[in-house]
């Protein structure tokens, strides 16, 4: 069963302490929280601040859906986490910036259907990870402070750090520039 409640459109999604959730793009602004039949509808304590969505403090067994309109990707742009979990399903856009803190974000698509980026910047810290399914992507930013990586997107270009223990395995993009301490690894192959 789900239960849905519309949202005004944000720009900005910050997640604080919670699991299950995952964002996707739609016709409108809601989230939804799909929970068995004849339980409790799950709380989320959710809250616009400006042109920020706010999501705290949701553990429940159920599942969250943020999703957002198809017809303005160019307005949301920023995901911030916060010792929590979450899958980006199917993102079509030209620019996504992710910041991890504890937190864990796998971003994939449904099968079938083929969507890019043009640029990905991602910032993950204190045992962070972050994974992808394929897809692709002009332009790949990461700065990783130990935290881990498995990036399958067919990028053109990847870019960025790697520090305090942290590993990154992607696939061969057509320009590397990877900067890493002597704790760190780098794993490039052409899968």
């Not at 616009?48 to 957002?68: A, E, H, K, L, R």
């Not at 750090?161 to 990154?168: E, G, H, Q, T």
Request: with cysteine; hydrophobic share 35%.
């Amino acid at each position: 069963m789900s239960h849905k409640n519309a949202l005004h459109t944000f720009r900005v999604l910050c997640i604080n302490n919670s699991r299950n959730i995952t964002v996707t793009q739609n016709d409108s602004s809601f989230i939804e929280v799909a929970y068995l039949k004849d339980s409790i509808v799950p709380k989320v304590n959710y809250a616009m601040m400006g042109d920020t969505m706010v999501v705290s403090d949701y553990n429940s067994m159920g599942s969250v859906t943020i999703s957002f309109p198809i017809g303005s990707p160019e307005l949301f742009q920023r995901i911030l986490l916060k010792k929590s979990d979450m899958r980006i399903r199917n993102f079509r856009s030209e620019k996504l910036s992710l910041n991890l803190d504890q937190s864990t974000v796998w971003m994939d698509q449904y099968k079938g259907e083929k969507y890019s980026l043009s640029i990905l910047d991602v910032i993950a810290k204190n045992h962070s990870h972050f994974n992808t399914d394929d897809f692709k992507v002009d332009s790949l930013g990461i700065v990783l402070e130990n935290s881990k990586a498995d990036i399958r997107i067919y990028a053109k270009k990847i870019s960025g750090s790697l520090s305090d223990s942290s590993r990154i395995y992607a696939r061969q993009p057509l320009e590397i520039s990877l900067k890493k301490d002597a704790a760190s690894k780098i794993n490039v192959d052409d899968y």
